[in-house]
């Protein structure tokens, strides 16, 4: 049985910093749903108690963002070990995040004057290669957020999954945009607004 703790007891803070960091890595690499399933996982106090690195997990839970600490590192590597979330990068990391969701809408706007004047043309395959907007996000022209933000509003996904030949990495391209466009927080209307009064 689960000892019962104090809600401020550093051992149920860091039992809860492991349960969401299992739930994302599990969302971001399995067919596990954070969303459908409320980011709730099977994994006992115990096996939490034993793991060498619960030491680590109680001063991520002490840490007032924890969650999108984890979040915004998983997006990047979701294989990183939690001890790997308190280095600089991690930090770096977390804290661009946090200022591209501050303002999305404004860093979506900010970021439609790379892509082609001609709105259709930033998505349409030829010969079975990437459509543009898919090289601008490999280049790191673009972020993940803006990547996964247009291609949701443009409905592109069933159009390529037919047309792009490459069947290895473009998969995953758009497994990330599946996983990752749920967390995103924006107005929808807003944003067409925005790109509206950009391309047309």
């Given at each position: 049985m689960r000892p019962v703790l104090q809600p401020n007891s550093l051992n149920e803070i860091g039992y809860n910093a492991y349960i969401e960091y299992l739930a994302l890595k599990r969302h971001f690499t399995s067919s596990y749903n954070y969303h459908k399933y409320n980011?709730?996982?099977?994994a006992s106090y115990d096996s939490f108690l034993s793991r060498k690195d619960a030491f680590s997990f109680q001063k991520l839970g002490k840490q007032r963002d924890y969650q999108n600490i984890i979040l915004s590192n998983m997006v990047k590597n979701p294989?990183?070990?939690?001890?790997?979330?308190?280095e600089q990068d991690a930090r770096d990391t977390y804290?661009?995040?946090?200022?591209?969701?501050?303002?999305?809408?404004?860093?979506?706007?900010?970021?439609?004057?790379?892509?082609?004047?001609?709105?259709?043309?930033?998505?349409?395959?030829?010969?079975?290669q990437y459509p543009h907007i898919v090289d601008l996000?490999?280049?790191?022209?673009?972020?993940?957020?803006?990547?996964c933000i247009l291609v949701k509003i443009s409905n592109s996904e069933p159009y390529?999954?037919?047309?792009?030949?490459?069947?290895?990495?473009?998969?995953?391209?758009?497994?990330?945009?599946?996983?990752?466009?749920?967390?995103?927080?924006?107005?929808?209307?807003?944003?067409?607004?925005?790109?509206?009064?950009h391309f047309f």
């Open positions: 980011g709730k996982v099977n294989k990183i070990w939690v001890g790997a979330l308190f804290l661009k995040w946090k200022q591209i969701q501050a303002s999305i809408t404004h860093h979506v706007e900010d970021s439609l004057s790379v892509l082609d004047d001609d709105f259709q043309e930033n998505f349409i395959v030829r010969d079975g996000f490999l280049q790191k022209r673009i972020s993940l957020e803006v990547f390529w999954k037919q047309k792009v030949v490459d069947k290895v990495i473009f998969p995953d391209i758009m497994n990330i945009v599946e996983k990752y466009y749920p967390f995103l927080d924006f107005s929808s209307e807003k944003m067409k607004k925005v790109i509206k009064n």
